[in-house]
Nanobody
């Protein structure tokens, strides 16, 4: 079955870094647009970054541009998010998303918690 499993979350001090990973299985990873979203307590889920399926073109939210980097390894069915210069407002549950433009399939992981606090 389809699985998206996020890892790498945790507690980090402001200014620190974390790397999130999302391991995918059960679908043709290389055909899907991959994204990271986040949802802070009491707020709506928002897009953090996305990356196209074959050309690997990244796209970032204004709030993460210059601090976060998304990339993917289609051979390993994994998408990554490197987060640098973390701020308390980056605290949220981070979700991995896979979306197919061909047929509208849309998959979500269960999320990993990132807490930025001193």
């Amino acid at each position: 079955q389809v699985q998206l499993v996020e890892s790498g979350g945790g507690l980090v001090q402001p200014g620190g870094s974390l790397r999130l990973s999302c391991a995918a299985s059960g679908f043709t990873f290389s055909n899907f647009y991959m994204s990271w979203y986040r949802q802070a307590s009491g707020k709506e889920r928002e897009l953090v970054a996305g990356i196209t399926s074959t050309s690997h073109m990244p796209n970032y939210a204004d709030s993460t541009k210059g601090r976060f980097t998304i990339w993917r390894d289609n051979a390993k069915n994994t998408v990554f998010l490197q987060m640098n210069s973390l701020k308390p407002e980056d605290t949220a549950v981070y979700y991995c998303n896979a979306k197919s433009a061909r047929n509208g399939l849309d998959y979500w992981g269960k999320g990993t918690l990132v807490t930025v606090s001193s």
